[in-house]
């Protein structure tokens, strides 16, 4: 049998490609999602340049360029060029460099951006293949390699990290720093002459103490959530603007809320991730026990649902609750961190259950364990356990 | 049946099918047998094919396939029809007359005429239901007849408003049900219209016949109705021509067994021609050339000038395919299994996917999540019957 043709093959048509279904123009790149989260990092990256100065832009830098470089010498020596992961190294570093301290010396931000591609990402495969975020992960080793540098005197009183004080916003220096006699919020208290920054510990640290139940907060008779948030946490206000020490992107949440709204919008992050965490962190910071000061010698006692506390009429237990979303490193893990696609359950289910525990975990680290970096090891801790809660949640099957 | 040199007129039977799974084939038009030769379709390579060069001057009468069958035929004699006239169920791609012999071992409670063709440019179903409606309602009716289902149901877009108002005026007075559903992308599946419509999910695998529900598209409801009327056997097919490079897109009456070169070449190009799918933008298969021919199944042609190359990158694990299945699968978990070669993926039941696509549209990685979905239903399909045998 010889073949049929129905036409002349040599009629000068172009050679047709095959291909398979659909034949559509694909879904917008990941590369594409990648690129989305480093134009939103800058909005929590301007807000900390602000508030640290402008040399907080070399640890940034001097992280993501660490991370970039590391992944071309990767690069080269598997000989495999890919854009995407160069755009997701550059992405890991940002985002690495919104969680260090603005005075760190400049081998921390080169160490934790080299560890963070070279172990957290390109040991596992690179992209779609690790287990931990990366920038978490160069967080976190950064944390235990050099705690001396990055924080000085973990148990002890007296932790003091500097922010830029009224009328020195970003070009002010942060070595020129003393401490408030009396500190009454950043926009209220001018800075002595020749001090262009002021030093004082993390609100994160004085929820830590309050939970401790310090003898130094409790203001004689009065309440301790009260004398707290009346002697020692700064304004909420300044807390929400990111008017206090910490992490160059940790600060503004403000910032955070307004890049997690649009990466929302543009669907490069899950709504459940971000709800999720926060509810479940104001869930745990309502329920989970402060302890009250010994009134003589003792131990004290544990007050349970600190949120319903409503001393001498004014709200206290609620505004404290609302001091604990907006310190530390909870609204940088919920908004740009914990959405990271790779390490977190892959249905709408999974992410919940994740988001809840992961905002959960965060607190309790934060109020009886680590008063730095909690939001991170509970990230971590809780990526441990996708495939776990993968497993559990997989999407039922129609019919079945 | 027939040799080369020989005339042969309309409808005439020229190939008799060896089996009850094939068809027979006759002549679409007037004319001599040139060659009997192989050509390729969209699916198969070197099918058997006549070529018959046509004789515009030669005045054949059409020949019939027999005398009108009553207007509410017994069963065995649709079927004997059905079966001569070599009509195809392209919901399914199983002869008519087989699907309809199967109704009698298991009883068939609904039919199901379908118009709604949600992957675009598809417009042929509708348009031939738009034009003849009280022959498809006609038609439909006499199959829910013969085997003896409870209800008819007739299935349109519902952006086809002037559709529905003709077709609600054509409905009053007779048995069938008029549903007007969103055409949203996979609605046409024979598994979700009976889960729209009749709340049924169908255990994975398991075909809609089975389940008792017989899902007809309008093209096959009107090759039946003509084939009992008029004895005229299947040998044209309306197409869907689209695509950015065609001149002229529409809807066309073909000639079953027509080159895509002479389909190409009657509605026209306009730019560089890249890709060419027989099928729709979502499930077509791209075809290496033109000597390709039209069959009874193929939907649409499509002329494209356009192509896309996205170059895999790893999973993301973003949950987009998870959140588009319509049926509930995880297609990135069918990708890491095929590529990881598991044997035992029945926890991931293949076999429900009605490879609509979808979750190759949207995966960011661009990964070939539907190839893998089909490979592992093939794989569980070739598995299930042999399961069957051993005990």
């Known amino acids: 049998m010889s073949r049929v043709h129905h036409t002349d093959p040599s009629q000068g048509l172009a050679r047709l490609e095959v291909g398979s279904a659909p034949h559509l123009a694909p879904a917008a790149s990941y590369t594409e999602s990648v690129w989305t989260y480093i134009a939103v990092a800058c909005l929590p990256l301007g807000a900390g340049l602000a508030v640290y100065g402008l040399g907080a832009a070399r640890v940034v830098g001097l992280s993501t360029v660490a991370a970039v470089l590391t992944q071309r010498l990767i690069g080269a020596a598997q000989r495999q060029p890919g854009r995407a992961e160069f755009a997701h190294s550059a992405m890991v570093g940002l985002l690495l460099g919104l969680t260090l301290p603005a005075a760190s010396p400049w081998y921390i931000p080169v160490a934790a951006g080299a560890i963070a591609v070279a172990i957290g990402k390109a040991a596992f495969g690179g992209i779609g293949h690790y287990f931990w975020h990366p920038a978490a992960l160069g967080r976190v080793a950064v944390q235990v390699l050099f705690p001396e540098k990055l924080s000085p005197g973990l148990w002890a009183h007296g932790v003091n990290w500097p922010f830029l004080s009224r009328g020195h916003l970003l070009t002010g220096d942060l070595t020129r720093a003393c401490t408030a006699d009396h500190y009454i919020g950043w926009q209220e208290t001018p800075a002595p002459p020749g001090c262009e920054a002021w030093l004082a510990p993390r609100p994160e640290q004085i929820l830590r103490w309050l939970a401790d139940g310090r003898t130094e907060l409790a203001g004689g008779a009065d309440h301790p959530l009260l004398a707290a948030i009346r002697d020692a946490l700064p304004p909420w206000r300044d807390t929400a603007l990111g008017l206090t020490g910490g992490g160059i992107g940790e600060g503004c949440a403000i910032a955070l809320l307004v890049a997690a709204i649009y990466l929302m919008y543009r669907r490069h992050l899950r709504w459940q991730i971000v709800v999720g965490v926060l509810a479940a962190a104001a869930a745990a910071a309502a329920i989970l026990p402060v302890r009250i000061p010994p009134a003589g010698s003792g131990d004290g006692s544990w007050l349970w649902l600190p949120a319903l506390a409503w001393p001498e009429g004014l709200p206290a237990g609620p505004i404290y609750v609302l001091y604990h979303l907006t310190c530390g490193d909870l609204m940088l893990v919920a908004c740009l961190l914990a959405g990271e696609t790779v390490t977190t359950p892959i249905t709408p289910r999974g992410q919940i259950i994740f988001a809840l525990a992961l905002g959960a975990l965060t607190v309790f680290l934060r109020m009886y364990a680590l008063p730095i970096c909690a939001g991170y090891w509970a990230l971590l801790a809780m990526n441990t356990i996708v495939p776990v809660i993968d497993r559990r949640t997989q999407p039922r099957v129609l019919g079945t | ?391």
């Open chain 2, 1 to 391: 049946v027939v040799e080369a040199g020989q005339p042969v007129a309309p409808n005439q039977l020229i190939a008799r099918n060896q089996d009850q799974d094939g068809l027979p084939a006759h002549a679409p038009v007037a004319g001599t047998v040139v060659e009997i030769g192989q050509v390729d379709t969209a699916d198969a390579c070197d099918s058997p094919a006549i070529t018959i060069a046509p004789d515009p001057v030669r005045r054949a009468e059409p020949q019939s396939l027999g005398p009108p069958l009553p207007d509410r035929p017994g069963l065995d004699e649709l079927i004997d029809r059905l079966s001569a006239a070599g009509v195809i169920n392209t919901v399914g791609n199983e002869p008519l007359g087989r699907q309809l012999a199967r109704a009698r071992r298991r009883p068939v409670d609904h039919v199901i005429v379908n118009s709604i063709e949600s992957q675009p440019p598809l417009l042929a179903q509708q348009r031939q239901l738009a034009e003849q409606p009280t022959d498809a309602l006609g038609a439909a009716e006499m199959i829910r007849h013969a085997i003896g289902a409870k209800r008819l149901w007739l299935t349109v877009s519902d952006t086809a408003r002037d559709l529905v108002r003709t077709l609600q005026q054509c409905c009053r007075g007779c048995p069938a049900r008029l549903v007007a559903l969103a055409p949203k992308y996979p609605q046409e599946s024979p598994v979700l219209l009976a889960h729209t419509l009749l709340g049924l999910a169908l255990p994975p695998g398991q075909d809609v016949l089975e389940a008792g529900v017989l899902v007809l598209d309008v093209d096959t409801a009107l090759a039946a109705g003509r084939a009992a009327r008029t004895g005229q056997p299947y040998t044209h097919r309306v197409l869907t021509v689209g695509g950015d490079a065609a001149e002229r897109p529409g809807c066309y009456l073909v000639a079953v067994g027509t080159s895509l070169a002479d389909v190409c070449e009657h509605v026209g190009l306009r730019g560089p021609l890249r890709r060419v799918v027989v099928g729709g933008v979502m499930t077509g298969l791209a075809v290496p050339d033109l000597s390709t021919v039209v069959t009874r199944t193929t939907p649409a042609v499509l002329f494209l000038s356009q192509s896309w190359h996205g170059g895999p990158i790893a999973c993301v694990r973003c949950g987009a395919c998870i959140d588009h299945c319509p049926v509930g699968l995880a297609p990135a978990s069918l990708l890491s299994a095929f590529e990881l070669d598991q044997s035992d993926v029945s926890e991931l039941y293949p076999e429900a996917c009605i490879e609509c696509g979808v979750c190759s549209l949207v995966c960011p990685s661009h990964l070939p999540l539907l190839l893998a979905a089909q490979r592992l239903k093939a794989r569980a399909g070739e598995r299930r019957p042999a399961e069957a045998a051993s005990p």
